[in-house]
């Protein structure tokens, strides 16, 4: 009937008598551990945000080193990822070359095809 094993169910029964209903009502599995509240990440973020729209470039090493100054303490690395991707940043980076484009030989034999069918006209 409720789609558990059924040595499971003993377990549970008696973690039950153990522990009793107040054990089994309260919420173990609380998340949301965030170091500061949604406001003072916005608040950080927009900062960066005027610098990006001045044309300035942003980077991760530049937002965790405030976000530890604001903070007091080191975060990781990985908790700057998770916020700025809470926060709908991402990231944007040129490209050094268009992928799709011919590679250097190609071009070289493209551009002495040129200059041999411009002499010949």
């Given at each position: 009937?409720?789609?558990l094993h059924k040595d499971r169910v003993r377990h549970i029964v008696s973690e039950f008598k153990a522990q009793g209903i107040d054990e089994?009502?309260?919420?173990?599995?609380?998340?949301?551990?965030r170091s500061m509240s949604y406001e003072e990440e916005l608040e950080l973020l927009d900062s960066f945000a005027e610098?990006?729209?001045?044309?300035?470039?942003?980077?991760?090493k530049e937002i965790k080193a405030a976000f530890d100054a604001k903070l007091g303490r080191?975060?990781?690395?990985?908790?700057?990822?998770?916020l700025l991707?809470?926060?709908g940043w991402r990231r944007i980076k040129p490209r050094p070359?268009?992928?799709?484009?011919?590679?250097a030989e190609a071009c070289d034999a493209s551009k002495k095809l040129?200059?041999?069918w411009?002499?010949?006209n």
């Amino acid at each position: 009937m409720v789609d558990l094993h059924k040595d499971r169910v003993r377990h549970i029964v008696s973690e039950f008598k153990a522990q009793g209903i107040d054990e089994f009502i309260r919420c173990k599995y609380c998340g949301n551990h965030r170091s500061m509240s949604y406001e003072e990440e916005l608040e950080l973020l927009d900062s960066f945000a005027e610098k990006a729209q001045r044309g300035e470039l942003t980077s991760v090493k530049e937002i965790k080193a405030a976000f530890d100054a604001k903070l007091g303490r080191d975060a990781g690395s990985g908790y700057i990822y998770m916020l700025l991707k809470r926060h709908g940043w991402r990231r944007i980076k040129p490209r050094p070359k268009q992928p799709k484009s011919a590679n250097a030989e190609a071009c070289d034999a493209s551009k002495k095809l040129s200059l041999v069918w411009r002499k010949s006209n």
